[in-house]
């Protein structure tokens, strides 16, 4: 059972508004369906987006922020708990730990580095948490023919591809992790498709 969602997303806003719109939703139904977010801690971009909007939904919020980014990232005062960790690494680990499964917004170089190291670490079995790629306006696009060119170079084998969920907005994030509007289990909207 999902209890808590990693979500990664930018410490921008980025160029669309919906962006922004599906950061806030997404906060919005975790808060709505007590699914406790676990995040990078900033309160900037869209990550305080997600933030702000889970917490005024009622929702449960801990940020992990690394002390050299404390400040930088503007570490979010109004959250249910702000962790300040030594460094990006314990931040990564302490995000992975502490959560059931992940949901990646758009985002930048850190949002990748953080995509990759849990789709990484699922390949090597090291976790078999889901995650599921929010593909705003086919933000993900390029990012999934990569991985079919990684795929069909013989770099990785296909059962990557089941290995992460694309979905087209926030609002199918929780049902594909197979959360419905009573908080139970049901079954995952779709796979990723190659």
């Known amino acids: ?21 599906q950061a806030a939703r997404l906060g919005e139904l975790c808060g709505q369906y007590a699914v406790d977010v676990v995040y990078g801690g900033g309160h900037v971009g869209l990550m305080g987006v997600v ?12 940020g ?9 990232e503007v570490g979010h005062p109004g959250i249910s708990e702000l962790i300040v960790t030594e460094n990006m690494f314990d931040r990564k680990d ?3 730990a502490e959560s059931d499964a992940f949901a990646v917004l758009p985002g930048g170089l850190g949002t990748l580095d953080e995509l990759f190291e849990v789709l990484t670490l699922r390949q090597l079995g090291y ?13 993900w696009d390029p990012l999934n023919t990569l991985i079919r060119q990684v795929v069909e170079h013989d770099f990785a ?9 694309i979905v087209q907005d926030a ?10 509007e009573d908080g139970g289990d049901t079954e995952p909207l779709r796979r990723a498709a190659p």
């Open 64 to 72: 992990l922020i690394p002390e050299r980014l404390l400040k930088r």
């Open 94 to 96: 302490r995000m992975i």
């Open 171 to 180: 609002d199918a994030v929780l049902p594909a992790l197979g959360i419905d």
């Open 51 to 62: 933030a702000d909007t889970a917490m005024a939904a009622g929702g449960t919020v801990r």
């Open 127 to 139: 976790h078999r948490k889901p995650i599921v790629l929010v593909n705003v306006d086919g933000f």
């Open 1 to 21: 059972m999902i209890k808590s969602l990693c979500i990664f997303c930018g410490s921008r806003h980025g160029t669309s508004p919906k962006y922004h719109a």
């Open 157 to 165: 084998d296909a059962d990557v591809y089941p290995m992460m969920q």
